[in-house]
T-cell receptor
Framework: DQQVKQNSPSLSVQEGRISILNCDYTNSMFDYFLWYKKYPAEGPTFLIS?????DKNEDGRFTVFLNKSAKHLSLHIVPSQPGDSAVYFC????????????FGSGTKLNVKP | DAGVTQSPTHLIKTRGQHVTLRCSPISGHKSVSWYQQVLGQGPQFIFQ???????GRGNFPDRFSARQFPNYSSELNVNALLLGDSALYLC?????????????FGDGTRLSIL
């Protein structure tokens, strides 16, 4: 039962442009969402989070948008840099399940110089 | 400060054997979670522990078990290994395991079953 979905397995963007990574979820009880970045041979690194009481959260070049009615979130990276090339995972959890996170299958971002 | 550390980094076992994976959380973190990641998929939740108590369990068979020690480190045990258990096993820690806390991951243990 895939409760969190990332429908784009890969994305290619030119350096300096915007990268937009998308994520959809099905469980309306989810109220906390995160994005992780993963390089090969390393564990996922926490990037940014958003609570369901907000619709936007920014941290430097990274902004996460949450549309609760559409059960959709997105990660914007502006400007994109070659070092951003990695696999990005979105994850979600709900108040009822403590720290148990459901992950999407990931989007591989390639930022071309 | 040290992040989440996992050992070993790689492990090769044969079907039917048993394996123990170890995890040390970030200093001050009291909650540890275990995830399994197979190729091409996102991490899948196995267990969460807080203060040595199991708080949550994912959809994994009883061959999988875990425990947390008084120093908050944790072990994941898998018995009667199957080929399908080949995966990257990730450990994550958080302060107290609340639903609105980010988890911080180690680099994982790559388990290969022959």
């Amino acid at each position: 039962d895939q409760q969190v979905k990332q429908n784009s397995p890969s994305l290619s963007v030119q350096e300096g442009r915007i990268s937009i990574l998308n994520c959809d979820y099905t469980n309306s009880m989810f109220d906390y969402f995160l994005w992780y970045k993963k390089y090969p041979a390393e564990g996922p690194t926490f990037l940014i989070s958003i609570s369901s009481i907000k619709d936007k959260n920014e941290d430097g070049r990274f902004t996460v948008f949450l549309n609760k009615s559409a059960k959709h979130l997105s990660l914007h990276i502006v400007p994109s840099q070659p070092g951003d090339s990695a696999v990005y995972f979105c994850a979600a959890s709900g108040l009822y399940n403590f720290n148990k996170f459901y992950f999407g299958s990931g989007t591989k971002l390639n930022v071309k110089p | 400060d040290a992040g989440v550390t996992q050992s070993p980094t790689h492990l090769i076992k044969t079907r039917g054997q048993h394996v123990t994976l170890r995890c040390s959380p970030i200093s001050g973190h009291k909650s540890v979670s275990w995830y399994q990641q197979v190729l091409g998929q996102g991490p899948q939740f196995i267990f969460q522990y807080y203060e040595k108590e199991e708080r949550g369990r994912g959809n994994f068979p009883d061959r999988f078990s875990a425990r947390q020690f008084p120093n908050y480190s944790s072990e994941l045990n898998v018995n009667a290994l199957l080929l399908g258990d080949s995966a990257l096993y990730l450990c994550a820690s958080s302060l107290w395991g609340g639903s609105n806390q980010p988890q911080h991951f180690g680099d994982g243990t790559r388990l290969s079953i022959l």
